[in-house]
């Protein structure tokens, strides 16, 4: 993209570049979501860990007096009679105005608290009140995230891994989208118990009974139809968009240090989603420095551009994830490559070697390997 301040695979600019500086919209995002000089900024940052995160506040207030009344809306058409599956057309339109920013939002509330602890009861409003329009039952996402995928980094160990699978396949895919659908909420509760985490199990198991009673009691006694609009068909339709994305993340794992977070995950920059979901793309500053607030990590990126470049990291512009995933999924290494950032302290490469790359990182690994064990003190 023509404000880019990094080099694309068609750029020919020299790798030693000096340190540019990061685009308005990825600094300062902050800015563009609400202003925590306001007088409605201040009053709430008396409740806020963080004042700057008065921007999900606002979010989850618009949520919820947008996508519930909505839903009410719909089961009150179905009680009276005039339930038509057209309705699912604009519901659906609502719902995806939201779906993504919502996502990106607990993702970040789980890993920085939204409320202080005076006020840390308002904590479970984003998960179960927000959330359950949008397809995360309450407790299953920090479960997963913060309980298990941090924890294990995509190693073998993490549910989600996609170290065992030929990551531009879509037969692959399909099988490990398939297992995570089945199986996924079963391999989750044994790991934790495994593990002797027991209050995660109890978190997991009161947020998804909690969810399916709820959703079963509507279906059952007032309306099937739109109870498979408002709860069961978004909660599909989430969980695969998270596959992909994980996927996307995690697709290109180099398999000499695949412990490497700069190895094992990419960076977006540059993108719409960016911009849209607090720079999600900066993947691999989230593994490396999870507590990190979203509007710090593109100064962070641009400040160690050149170690990014010496860990040979994967990082991509004007691309999300999503589109990531759809072009490992078509086959479309080139256009894959036409957005490689070429980074200070890595290796120059051509086209040819960027797929080559690409080729090597994509492959899946050996049903026995293990990481190596950790030197002695």
């Known amino acids: 993209m023509a404000d880019s301040s990094f080099l694309s695979a068609s750029a020919v600019s020299a790798a030693d570049a000096p340190l540019a500086e990061v685009p308005f919209t990825e600094t300062r995002v902050v800015a563009a979501h609400a202003n925590v000089d306001s007088a409605w900024a201040k009053w709430w940052a008396q409740a806020l860990n963080d004042p700057r995160d008065v921007v999900f506040v606002n979010l989850a207030l618009a949520m919820m007096l947008t996508i519930w009344p909505a839903a009410a809306l719909l089961y009150g058409l179905a009680l009276t009679g005039h339930f038509s599956w057209w309705l699912v057309v604009p519901y659906g339109a609502l719902w995806a105005t939201w779906f993504d920013r919502f996502t990106l939002m607990l993702h970040c509330v789980c890993h920085r608290p939204l409320f202080n602890r005076r006020f840390k009861a308002l904590n479970d409003v984003v998960p179960w009140l927000v959330g359950t329009a949008f397809g995360q039952t309450p407790t299953a996402y ?55 985490r027991e209050k995660m199990v109890k978190r997991l198991l009161v947020g998804e009974l909690t969810y399916w009673a709820l959703a079963g009691a509507l279906a059952y006694w007032v309306h099937l139809e739109t109870t498979l609009i408002v709860f069961v068909i978004p909660v599909l339709l989430m969980r695969t968009l998270m596959m992909a994305g994980n996927w996307g993340q995690h697709a290109f794992v180099d398999p000499d240090d695949p412990v490497s977070d700069f190895k094992n995950s990419i960076t977006c920059l540059n993108s719409r989603y960016n911009r849209r979901c607090f720079n999600d793309g900066y993947h691999i500053v989230h593994h490396v420095k999870p507590s990190l607030h979203y509007t710090e990590m593109p100064v962070e990126f641009a400040q160690n551009q050149r170690l990014y470049g010496e860990h040979d990291a994967i990082v991509f512009d004007g691309l999300d994830f999503f589109e990531v995933w759809l072009l490992l999924m078509l086959g479309q290494k080139r256009k894959l490559a036409a957005h490689f950032v070429h980074l200070p302290g890595a290796p120059r490469r051509n086209e040819a070697e960027v797929i080559a790359l690409f080729e090597r990182r994509l492959r899946p690994f050996p049903a026995d390997w293990k990481p190596a064990a950790a030197p002695a003190e």
Not at 143 to 157: D, K, S, W
Not at 165 to 178: A, V
Not at 181 to 196: D, I, N
């Open 142 to 196: 920090f479960v997963h995230h913060m309980g298990m995928h941090h924890r294990e980094g995509n190693l073998p160990a993490d549910l989600s891994t996609t170290m065992p699978y030929q990551r531009d396949r879509f037969t692959h895919w399909l099988h490990y989208w398939g297992r995570f659908m089945s199986f996924g909420l079963f391999e989750l509760t044994s790991y934790h118990h495994r593990g002797g």
